[in-house]
């Protein structure tokens, strides 16, 4: 693919605690990190997303009793998983991976700062109606199409890219700047969700 000036470099999640050593451990997580790098070097529009919770947050594992992690409950808005304790406001975990480049960054966006709703999506919270602002911000901007890489590709990855599609952004993963947490089959059936949808995934951009 060739990038073009209104097209988008969507960078989610490059966090410490879903590197190596994290709290949510995605598995050769910062691998992505070179990756993102080079990419965002390319694109004329960068923006990065932050998971940024409160801690106690509904979606902890250790805020319902007897609980364990990644067991799923039904919450108001439809079930959740629940995840071990992790990028709480303010800690490192919760910082950029300290070799992310984020100087070219136009925005960032944090989510998941709403104690009572969890949000993988760059777009919106989990109830898939509250909306983070980011979808007005590429209208306004005439940015037209979202190339992503992150972590993890089969929650935020997969969401935001589901939500972009719908709203009508032309989508694209760069699979090489993706790591997955592949729960119970969690990235086969990603994968398949996201081609259907018609997103496009490749493993880099040449």
Known sequence: MKIQPDDLLLVIDVQNDFCPGGALAVADGDAVVPVVNRLAQRFDHVVLTQDWHPAGHSSFATSHPGAAPFSSIT???????????????????AAFHSQLVTDKAELMIRKGFRAAIDSYSAFFENDRTTPTGLAG??????????????LATDYCVQYSALDARRLGFETTVVLSG???????????????AIRQAGVTLVDDIA
Not at 75 to 93: E, V
């Open 137 to 150: 911000y590429l209208r306004e901007r005439g940015l037209k199409r979202v190339v992503m890489a992150g």
């Open 178 to 192: 993706c790591r997955a947490i592949d729960l119970a089959g969690s990235l086969a059936a990603a994968t398949a």
């Open 75 to 93: 919450m108001p808005y439809g079930p959740q998983t629940l995840w071990p304790d992790h990028c709480i406001q303010g800690t490192a975990g």
